[in-house]
């Protein structure tokens, strides 16, 4: 059986004779992946240059956002992207980045489009693909997390996915999606007769990516003014016409190492380093940042460092990294005693403690932002302060709302519209100026007023009509009204539209339950967990659906794969129980109500599940126990009076049942008929006096 298949050790040509003979007659498309050469998604750029040609225009249209967002290299073969306003707006003015969890979002949409390529190529009788990654081990972080989503989301049979690795660790979602694994032995290598100088040309020409021992000797021995020579060469034989890729990977590397590190270096970085940026490469741009700041005067070049500094940080927290963030912010305000650095760095430490730190610290937050809005306010340049002090503003609007103080943060917002509408022309600063907006509708939802939310959320996507949160957030708001089509109708737009949100297709999912359509929600589940399958809580709905199409074995299944990622989520313990039940495994049932019970003791479900098995298994009073239980968490419950009564009267009380049937037959919604059937019952069982 064809399997995916890592190949480790060796040099890069042991590894090619070795795979020669194990993919003979694949014909396999082969990458090199060296972080190197074109930075992140390196080798998936050329494996896209090898498919895009034959994939079928309506499959790449599909997918052109995607396939474009972290390659806009491929424009040359499928056209531009589509516009946002993010993407129109100065590097100086943007306020909406992107990170990782973007760019994953990205690579699954690529995923999807080779996936969906294969596929097409076995209807039409096609062999199937063979991809090798070629230097796995010296890929950037998104090119590995690339290669082990496409190799845990394809068969095999559809597209083979070959990584080619020296020794090294790699990261565990690639090595663990790898079925087979084949070790290639380094052969013994002669005595090149290449003169030391040619040897470390060789290296430059490289571009750092030669794993040719004498290569890498010669070089690491040649004369430092020699290699400062030969990388500045390198570096103006690939600068003219470079796209963003090579700026990236090769040109960079080889500017810092050239003759002016401090200036053409800098320069080299600096422009990588914006690309990354926008894009949301965050690995990326914590290594270009460290590499900048490096190479960077923070005296003869200030706003630069801050620059390097600034966005490396952010891009910290969206890998998680939140105490290097605020490391690197509190090294700003040490270096420089420039109130905008400071500013920045307030800022950005305020949002830390009201967004990310946990525990969340709003108090802390009003205060690093409370600073960053008095330091805008001594700004020297008018138009700099006037932008700046709306900005901050905003910022503190988001920590009051946090806060609870609605009102008063919905009064900032508005203020600072009133003002950047009365100073600015009408095209000035509109990313800025509809992330307002955004806000001020955000608040306006908060606020339960909810027709001029929905006016907001309308403007919205009339200007920046592909950027699919407004799609999504005013779906929300038309589900609250329970206008369900309207919703859906947001949610395929956004769909079709934006990169693959696993959360939009999960609330497209709950959306669909909602109006009936259970198929339609069964596919958005089943694709979000063919993405994302540690995603728990979709996990958890996929079980609850299948639960309601009498497929206790299939819920089951979902719910002990949750548990395995979060083995304490009294849901998924209380849902193997009722799939337990369901399946007349009295025993099984209650051992796992019981352990969602001792997490959550007032889980009020678990409570009823766990009194319907003990129900059956001959202890009324324990159910009654638990029904009542139930009762004191949830208020009056027709269902739930209903099954106490029947407790009460198994054993044998038939008063309490009595009341328990009044009880509920006074309340809205009660199951009339079977609640008069068992207080018939009842009555028959009571003697006369």
């Known amino acids: 059986m064809t399997t995916h298949l890592l190949v480790r050790g060796g040099r890069r040509a042991d590894r090619r004779r070795l795979l020669t003979g194990v993919l003979a007659g694949a014909h396999p498309v082969v990458v090199g992946c060296h972080r190197r050469l074109r930075g992140p998604y390196t080798g998936v750029d050329d494996l896209l240059r090898a498919v895009l040609p034959h994939a079928s225009t309506e499959l790449v249209e599909a997918h052109r956002g995607e396939l474009l967002h972290g390659i806009p290299e491929l424009a040359g073969l499928i056209g531009p992207p589509p516009p946002t306003l993010a993407d129109e707006a100065p ?3 943007r306020t909406r980045f992107y990170g990782a969890q973007m760019v994953r979002c990205m690579s699954q949409g690529v995923v999807t489009f080779l996936v969906a390529h294969a596929r097409a190529r076995a209807r039409a009788g096609l062999p199937a693909l063979c991809l090798v990654f070629e230097d796995v081990n010296a890929a950037e972080p998104t090119t590995v997390e690339f290669i082990a989503l496409l190799a845990r989301r394809c068969p095999p049979e559809l597209a083979r996915v070959v990584v080619s690795a020296a020794d090294g660790d790699l990261a565990g979602e690639l090595t663990d999606v790898l079925a087979e694994t084949l070790t290639c032995q380094v052969s013994p290598v002669g ?3 290449r003169a030391p100088e040619e040897l470390t040309r060789a290296y430059v020409r490289s ?3 030669s794993d040719d021992p004498a290569e890498i000797a010669a070089y690491r021995d040649a004369d430092p003014a020699l290699v400062r020579r030969l990388h500045d060469e390198r570096a103006d034989q690939l600068e003219p016409g470079a ?13 810092e190492r050239g003759g002016d590190p401090g200036g053409a270096g800098r320069e080299a970085l600096d422009r990588a380093f914006r690309a990354c940026v926008g894009t949301g490469f965050s690995a990326a741009v914590v290594d270009l940042g460290e590499r900048g700041r490096a190479v960077t005067d923070p005296r003869a070049h200030p706003r630069q460092y801050l620059r390097f500094a600034q966005h490396a940080a952010s891009a910290l927290v969206a890998l998680d990294r939140h105490d290097e963030s605020l490391a690197l912010y509190l090294d700003l305000r040490a270096r420089f005693l420039d109130p905008k650095v400071h500013m920045i760095a307030s ?12 525990p969340r610290d709003h108090e802390a937050a009003i205060g690093w932002q409370n600073n960053a809005h008095a330091l805008a306010s001594l700004l020297p340049d008018p138009a700099e302060r006037r932008t700046y002090e709306v900005f901050q503003a905003n910022g503190l609007a988001l920590v009051e709302m946090h806060r609870g103080n609605l009102d008063r943060a919905l009064r900032l917002v508005e203020d600072g519209m009133a003002r950047l509408d009365e100073e600015l022309g009408e095209g000035d600063w509109a990313l800025h100026r509809s992330q307002l907006l955004y806000n001020r509708t955000r608040l306006l939802a908060a606020l339960g007023r909810v027709d001029e939310a929905l006016e907001g959320f309308t403007r919205l ?6 950027y699919t949160d407004y799609l999504s957030e005013r779906a929300k708001l038309h589900r609250r009204r329970g206008d369900f089509e309207a ?12 990169p693959p949100f696993p959360e939009l297709y ?6 669909r339950l909602e109006v009936g359509d259970v198929a339609g929600a069964l596919a958005d589940f089943d694709h979000v967990l063919e993405m994302e399958p540690d995603d728990v809580d979709t996990r958890l709905s996929r079980a609850e659906l299948a639960l309601a199409m009498d497929d206790p074995d299939a819920a089951d299944a979902d719910a002990e794969a949750g548990l395995r990622l979060r083995p304490d989520e009294p849901r998924l313990l209380a849902l193997r129980g009722t799939a337990a039940l369901e399946r007349d495994r009295v025993a099984e049932a209650l051992a796992h109500l019981d352990a969602a019970l001792a997490v959550d003791p007032r889980f009020p479900a678990a409570l009823v599940n766990r009194a319907v098995a003990h129900f059956r298994a001959g202890r009324p009073d324990a159910a009654a126990d638990d029904l009542t239980r139930t009762l004191e968490l949830v208020g009056d419950d027709p269902d739930v009076l209903l099954n106490r009564g029947i407790a009460h009267a198994a054993r044998h009380d038939p008063d309490a049942a009595i009341r328990d049937f009044d009880r509920a037959l006074a309340l809205p919604d009660a199951d009339v008929t079977e609640l008069r059937r068992q207080r018939a019952l009842c009555l028959a069982r009571v003697p006369t006096p």
């Open 91 to 93: 590097f100086d003015q």
């Open 191 to 193: 005595p090149d007769s």
């Open 207 to 209: 571009d750092g990516t």
């Open 243 to 255: 796209g963003q890729g090579v700026v990236i990977g090769a040109l960079t590397f080889h500017r």
């Open 347 to 358: 800022y950005s430490i305020a949002m830390l403690y009201t967004r990310f730190f946990e």
């Open 461 to 466: 996507i009339e200007l920046d009509p592909r």
């Open 487 to 498: 919703a859906l109708a947001d949610y395929d737009r956004a769909v079709r539209l934006g």
């Open 506 to 511: 999960y609330n497209r999912g709950t959306a």
